[in-house]
């Protein structure tokens, strides 16, 4: 129960794998102008704000991972952010259940899907 937050260096790497985050007040997994977060098999749910938030680091990864039911968005990337997503199994879908939020939203961000990924298998039953 709760997030998870992730900041070091620019160079520095945060690696979570195998893990379920429920019900976090805020985001469910956090990293802002620092260290680069790598997340494998990784589900996120029911955040209170956004599933996964991303500012300002540009080696970020997914791989694997589902992300439901976000009062924000999914998967939100901003201040020239950048994250990969990667693995069939990964999903982002019923996120964004207050206005103005999405299943993938890149604000002055990037957000690149590995091929054969597309946004529509991914991305899905968003507000």
């Given amino acids: 129960m709760g997030g998870l937050e992730m900041g070091g260096k620019k160079e520095d790497d945060g690696n979570v794998s195998d893990l379920t985050l429920r019900k976090?007040?805020?985001?469910?997994?956090?990293?802002?102008?620092?260290a680069s977060m790598h997340l494998d098999n990784v589900s996120v749910e029911n955040?209170?704000?956004s599933g996964v938030y991303v500012r300002g680091?540009?080696?970020?990864?997914m791989k694997n991972?589902?992300?439901?039911h976000s009062k924000c968005s999914g998967l939100y990337m901003g201040s020239d952010g950048l994250m990969t997503i990667d693995g069939k199994d990964t999903t982002i879908q019923h996120n964004g259940t207050n206005a103005y939020h999405y299943g993938l939203y890149a604000y002055n961000g990037s957000i690149h899907l590995v091929s054969p990924l597309t946004k529509e298998m991914i991305s899905t039953n968003n507000h």
């Fill in 24 to 34: 976090s007040k805020g985001y469910g997994v956090s990293g802002y102008n620092g």
């Fill in 47 to 49: 955040s209170g704000m």
């Fill in 65 to 68: 991972c589902n992300v439901s």
């Fill in 57 to 61: 680091s540009k080696r970020n990864t």
